[in-house]
Nanobody, 118 residues
Framework: QVQLVESGGGLVQPGRSLRLSCTISGFAFSTYVMRWYRQPPGKERELVAEISTTGDSTNYAGSVKGRFTISRENAKNTVYLRMYNLRPEDTAVYYC???????????WGQGTHVTVSS
């Protein structure tokens, strides 16, 4: 059974930090490119960050570059998103996504809410 379970969301003040985690089961984590997406209230879902299967390559949306860091631990089947200097516009539901590097498989987590507010 494929599962992606996000955790770490919550309410945080502007300028503070938060770390999201996504732990998977049911498929071979090390063969999947991992991505974090977010969907702000009333807006479309957008790609925030992605990391290659080995973790050697990462990419970020311009709005988060320099503030967010994506990483993965293949031994723990977990991908992380460390978010620093959070802003109110980072408020969104954050989703973990796994896309097969050599297959068409595409899996999603249920999302975790992040609210940045004073």
């Amino acid at each position: 059974q494929v599962q992606l379970v996000e955790s770490g969301g919550g309410l945080v003040q502007p300028g503070r930090s938060l770390r999201l985690s996504c732990t998977i089961s049911g498929f071979a984590f090390s063969t999947y490119v991992m991505r974090w997406y977010r969907q702000p209230p009333g807006k479309e879902r957008e790609l925030v960050a992605e990391i290659s299967t080995t973790g050697d390559s990462t990419n970020y949306a311009g709005s988060v570059k320099g503030r967010f860091t994506i990483s993965r631990e293949n031994a723990k089947n977990t991908v992380y998103l460390r978010m620093y200097n959070l802003r109110p516009e980072d408020t969104a539901v954050y989703y973990c996504n796994a896309r097969g590097a050599w297959t068409n498989n595409d899996f999603w987590g249920q999302g975790t809410h992040v609210t940045v507010s004073s």
